[in-house]
């Protein structure tokens, strides 16, 4: 339904509809994600009459000293049955009167989702933005898991970030309101212009963050903006006294951007990132001693709260292809060149076994790549490489032509989504115990350790001993793994530990 008929169901202009969707005190206070519903058309004067005595009396608060009124007006409120969604397709969304709509969609929910979602409800409050830069990969799913967890939970957030890919994964609910942000070019383009497009998505994020306040004081970062476009953001949150969590997923980067003295300053703005926060989230206990030990942080300032479980539509059974999978961002804390040279040594000890290598070079490390790639060539036959990022789409199969995944890490204290899709999609791993990977394992991911340090021979003889064990006997180990990480790694558990430190 367009704007122009929505008018015309509503009894007034587009015009005079459109100037009253663009007040930001009705779309915060009115225009939460709930539904239409499909009952007798509302008059403009009482669409005009909602809008003035919602924002007069909830958002302007005037009866904040009288409980009674202000329940009456919720109550009432509560009887209104017409609402709207207000979204963005191409991410230019403004909150406040400089707000551009570029598109209105129109649903319909039955009356229990539209009572549901208003009753016990600040109508001008959501009490907690999620912001982040990724929309695609591991990240991106992790920050949308995460809002759509929160949501489910029946705790208003705002998500801001660039809309999801694949689309499926966007979160929604009458608890979520969307905040769409440009996406950067990835492929296509200039190096201008793909410059100009991150800027403007970094202007465009940073502008709806600052504008969420004083709606909302608890603030949630995971992968923000670069740091010195973040830092002066989170200084304008903490100069408002507002609630700011970090979420570190790597408590150091994995690869610097900068050398010698830049190096300094870019160290220098990831300790200040942390001092700014209130709270910092990591994934992994060693991270959060690493936190503690190289930054000084009070431990009392850190919660441990795991990657959540990344469940496939389907999960396949072991094929029993002898294939292996190195899966992800290639770079070297990986050890995806020894892994190459340790699959060439199983092979020369007459281990029949391949190894496939799916992702793209990490940017910061682009040599690294060219290295891996001539080792490789020593036994040809032995390396597949599928090059370049893996859509989401592709995964499912992806995983259906291997048997394990291999995660050699090391100088490694964060978690690996890698490795929590393997374990709760029925996949083992060959895998040391680097970082979160030793979480998992006390979870119940099943897998056969590589000795440290790591080497071509330790991985080697990792890999001989998993293909003296039976796939089926590996299957059944896998099974069981996924059934305690899905338990164990639950978004509704997540969902409920980030409302909880919100709310401290």
């Not at 009887?79 to 230019?92: A, E, K, P, S, W």
């Not at 970030?161 to 979160?171: F, T």
């Not at 910092?280 to 060693?286: G, H, I, K």
């Not at 682009?366 to 790639?373: A, E, F, G, L, R």
Request: aromatic letters at 8%.
């Amino acid at each position: 339904m367009d704007l122009m008929q929505l008018g015309r169901r509503q009894g007034v202009g587009s015009q005079q509809l459109g100037t009253c969707l663009d007040e930001p005190h009705l779309r915060t206070a009115v225009l939460t994600p709930l539904r239409i519903q499909d009952t007798q058309p509302l008059p403009a004067p009482a669409l005009q009459n909602r809008y003035r005595v919602i924002r007069r009396k909830v958002v302007d608060n005037d009866d904040a000293d009288r409980p009674d009124k202000l329940q009456a007006r919720l109550d009432a409120a509560n009887r209104i049955r017409h609402t709207f969604i207000v979204q963005n397709d191409d991410g230019c969304c403004f909150q406040g009167r400089i707000m551009q709509i570029f598109d209105f969609h129109v649903e319909r929910a039955s009356d229990s989702t539209t009572q549901n979602a208003m009753n016990d409800r600040n109508l001008n409050v959501s009490r907690i933005v999620l912001m982040s830069k990724v929309w695609r990969s591991g990240t991106g799913w992790y920050a949308q898991s995460l809002a759509n967890a929160i949501a489910q939970i029946g705790h208003d957030i705002t998500f801001i970030s660039p809309r999801a890919l694949p689309e499926e994964r966007e979160p929604a609910g009458p608890h979520l309101i969307r905040v769409f942000v440009p996406r950067e070019l990835v492929s296509e383009g200039s190096r201008f212009r793909k410059g100009l497009a991150s800027l403007w998505r970094i202007f465009v994020g940073s502008v709806a963050v600052a504008r969420r306040w004083p709606r909302t004081t608890s603030y949630i970062f995971t992968i923000p903006e670069p740091l010195p476009f973040t830092l002066p953001l989170f200084l304008y949150i903490r100069a408002m006294r507002g609630r700011l969590i970090f979420v570190v997923h790597d408590v150091e980067p994995h690869a610097w951007r900068f050398r010698g003295g830049l190096r300094r300053l870019e160290a220098g703005a990831h300790a200040l990132s942390y001092r700014l926060a209130t709270h910092l989230v990591v994934l992994t206990s060693a991270a959060k001693a690493r936190a503690v030990a190289q930054h000084n942080i009070d431990p009392a300032k850190i919660t441990v709260i795991p990657h959540g479980a990344f469940p496939l539509a389907v999960q396949t059974p072991m094929p029993g292809s002898r294939v292996l999978l190195s899966f992800g961002t290639v770079r070297r804390n990986k050890n995806i060149l020894e892994t190459i040279r340790g699959v060439h040594l199983a092979r020369r000890r007459g281990t029949d076994v391949r190894l496939l290598v799916a992702g793209e070079p990490h940017p910061h490390e682009p040599d690294y790549w060219q290295i891996c790639k001539e080792a490789a060539a020593l036994d040809q036959d032995a390396i597949l490489f599928a090059d370049g990022f893996i859509p989401d789409a592709e995964v499912p199969q992806l995983l259906a032509r291997v048997d394990a995944l291999v995660l050699a890490y090391a100088d490694f204290s964060s978690q690996s989504g890698v490795a929590v899709l393997a374990g709760v999609n029925n996949r083992p791993v060959i895998a040391t115990t680097a970082g979160g990977l030793q979480d998992l394992f006390d979870q119940g991911l099943a897998g056969e350790l590589v000795a440290t340090p790591v080497t071509a021979e330790a991985i080697a003889d990792a890999i001989v001993r998993f293909y003296e064990v039976p796939v089926e006997t590996w299957q059944d180990r896998a099974d069981v793994a996924a059934q305690l990480l899905r338990r164990a790694l639950s978004w509704d558990k997540i969902g409920a530990s980030f409302i909880a430190l919100s709310e401290r």
